[in-house]
């Protein structure tokens, strides 16, 4: 099946700005808008973690340590996911990854690649 597609990632200095587009395959978009979405990232030697997510209402929950920096929305009409990153920080270099929560909060889809996002001067 196709694969959810992130993209948006690059190389950034400390303290700037990117915006992560997640577009949903064919097969998702039927059911896209009832779900909850949300982003992951997965940064080298560590584990995935889900940094945000977006109810069907539009209702945002964010980890702690992008609370105040990150913004999650959704564009129903274009089956999209987006995250906004400010103020980045060395420490959100990561792959970063959408994906569909099931109603037991476990992911609901196959990984897609991810967007590489690096931050360094």
């Known amino acids: 099946q196709p694969q959810l597609v992130e993209s948006g990632g690059g190389l950034v200095q400390p303290g700037g700005s990117l915006r992560l587009s997640c577009r949903a395959p064919?097969?998702?978009?039927?059911?896209?808008?009832?779900?909850?979405w949300g982003w992951y990232r997965q940064a080298p030697g560590k584990e995935r973690e889900l940094v945000a997510s977006i109810t069907s209402g539009r209702t945002t929950d964010y980890a702690d340590s992008v609370k105040g920096r990150f913004t999650i929305s959704r564009d129903n009409s274009r089956k999209t996911i987006y995250l906004q990153m400010n103020n980045l920080k060395p420490e959100d270099t990561a792959v970063y990854y959408c994906?569909?929560?099931?109603?037991?909060?476990?992911?609901?889809?196959?990984w897609g690649a991810g967007a590489q996002v690096t931050v360094s001067s």
């Open positions: 994906n569909a929560l099931s109603t037991t909060n476990l992911p609901k889809y196959t």
């Open positions: 064919r097969h998702i978009t039927s059911v896209f808008n009832p779900l909850l």
